[in-house]
């Protein structure tokens, strides 16, 4: 597999010298651009253009048409898995994500079972497509959701204020709890390999939910299954090892333990000071973030001054991927996405020429 | 003023040694009490209960009664002074509070004013008949929203689960959140100061949201305006200085400058550890908090060893204050509080003889 023309952001998770920051954006691909949102109407539902290789491929590429993007992310949704597991995902209105059963009890958790990565088929398919449409020009990322994250939801059903059964089973019922984060970790990784296998150049845990533990249940249920993840991945079709990234939402005092992982990259959210972090982390791993998506909604000006502001405070040392610290949120001018990646490029070269 | 009977609260709060740990519960007086419930059914609401002094008076005994705890809290609600500013707080069925006006643009920040303290006087009115009922048996608690969590419900006129309006007022307009966090700072001042005149032994500022704001933007627009009430805050009759508590629910990252803040004591929510905090603060403060409510929802054998375990993770050292990380849940059977409360008095008395 040839090193993709544009290898910024895979030095960078090497923590490597780069001529630039490179930049990417979660939820980079989405309703904020026209074009996805017409997309999204033709396949008549988001899962239908999840489900899609060739949607997919499509809706992946649309913002890298539109910005010097340094990296693509596949198009797909966090909770994948558990619906090959059987629990049945939808989307209702505007809601946010949904399960038809949940797996909230002793005996749901004892049928689980790590699916056939067969039934995720269409996912390898869509890293394979866009692999091949970008041909070479930028490396692609694949994902999942965390074991915990994926968990939260197939117990509570869907999203929620406070995750209350999800914090009541580690309480109550932690054993429980510690099986269903095991067969998900499992299941993460056959997932993750596979579309290593499909050509996946890196991959990114997304632990949304991880945040709203204690600090020693995260690290039972949350944290240590990551770390099985981590630990299980196969290494690229040509031998090398795949970069990793963990980002959990909410995480910010435990980025040492994130860092301690085995993951190349620590993915910050918004409410962590990005010099700080790398006081702490030292030179162990690769930072990704940490831009509040709501910047975006100000004016271009703000969102240079406010990029500026984070390539500055991540330091000249290698090792910073500039990205939001949550997704692009709907209604996020494109002209803004415009000028946060001129400003990360721009600022980031000068910083260099500078130092 | 007498010290109370019982000062072990307040001792802990200057960080003296004490025979065991005094406990408190956020939210002790409330729904999960049948009693709480027959009183607010005879007011008819639950802003009804809050504005009645005898009522609120009642409801504030009732765990006690129940429970042998340290301190007694002011039944009142965090939102009372943009109410006294004249925005309408309501509460529709079960969803939180809300106010009938919001607070959002210029026009609306330039007429706010400082509101007449004399419209708070049910709460100063209630503070004074709670002394009475309580003899001098315990101490009590007064307190207010901090100056951005009130801002965060003038703004959106109601809780959200991101606050988008006040992160984007935060990036594009943080003149007019300025404006708006400098008058509530004076406002909730005023509002402390009258409740200490009335009697109250400790206040505590409740710091809901400032956790969903990137670092920087929590120290101007959370932090500092909550140092601004500290300083501000003034003596008791008797002429001492009255202990304070600040709490920033996610302010786990930034405990440092919540224990330089001039306050006695900071809370933890139940993402904190424990013993992790107090190698951080040092001796510079003290501690409260931080079990996970929703523990409460399990057994009282699990309750009395998650409670144990806090209690050994605080440590020897003078300063802890028992509490949750967060508000009793309705649903919490009255059993497990008792539970807790004899956990942490006969657990802390252990580890002292012992120590």
């Known amino acids: ?17 780069t001529p630039y920051t490179p930049v990417w954006l979660m939820r980079q691909a989405g309703r904020y651009l026209p074009e996805y949102n017409a997309t999204r109407a033709r396949a008549g539902s988001f899962l239908a253009l999840a489900k899609s290789p060739s949607l997919a491929t499509e809706v992946t590429l649309q913002p890298l048409a539109r910005f010097p993007l340094d990296a693509a992310i596949l198009f797909s949704d966090i909770l994948t898995v558990p619906d090959a597991m059987g629990l049945g995902l939808y989307f209702a209105g505007g809601e946010g994500p949904r399960f038809e059963r949940t797996t909230a009890d002793e005996a749901a958790i004892a049928k689980l ?3 056939d990565m067969a039934k995720l088929s269409y996912v390898f398919d869509a890293v394979a497509e866009i692999k091949r449409a970008l041909a070479g020009r930028l490396p692609l990322i ?13 117990i509570e059903g869907a999203g929620s204020a406070d995750f209350a059964t999800v914090r009541r089973m580690v309480w109550g019922r932690p054993d429980l709890l510690q099986r269903l984060v095991a067969i998900n970790a499992r299941a993460v990784a056959a997932y993750l390999n596979e579309q290593i296998a499909a050509g996946a150049d890196a991959v990114m845990v ?22 099985e993840v981590l630990a299980a991945l196969a290494p690229a079709p040509d031998g090398r090892r795949v970069p990793t990234i963990v980002f959990t939402k909410g995480g910010g005092q435990w980025l040492d333990d994130l860092a301690a992982t085995g993951a190349s990259c620590v993915g910050l959210d918004w409410t962590v000071d990005i010099a700080d972090a790398r006081r702490r982390v030292g030179s162990r791993v690769a930072l990704q973030g940490n831009l509040d998506p709501l910047v975006l909604l100000t004016s271009p000006e703000v969102v240079r001054r406010e990029t500026a ?47």
Not at 3 to 12: E, K, Q, S
Request: hydrophobic share 45%.
């Open 113 to 115: 079972e790590v699916p």
């Open 309 to 355: 502001a984070i390539v500055r405070a991540a330091g000249p040392a290698p090792g910073h991927i500039f990205n939001l610290g949550h997704g692009i949120v709907p209604g996020t001018p494109p002209e803004n996405v415009a000028a946060l990646v001129e400003a990360v490029h721009s600022e980031s070269r000068a910083t260099r020429a500078g130092a």
């Open 1 to 17: 597999m040839p090193t993709p023309t544009n290898d910024v952001f895979l030095r960078a998770l090497r923590r490597e010298p």
């Open 206 to 227: 997304f632990d949304t939910w991880g945040g709203l533990l204690s600090a020693a249940a995260y690290r039972s249920f949350s944290l240590a299954p990551m770390r």
């Open 142 to 154: 694949g994902f999942s959701g965390s074991p915990f994250t994926l968990a939260c939801y197939m």
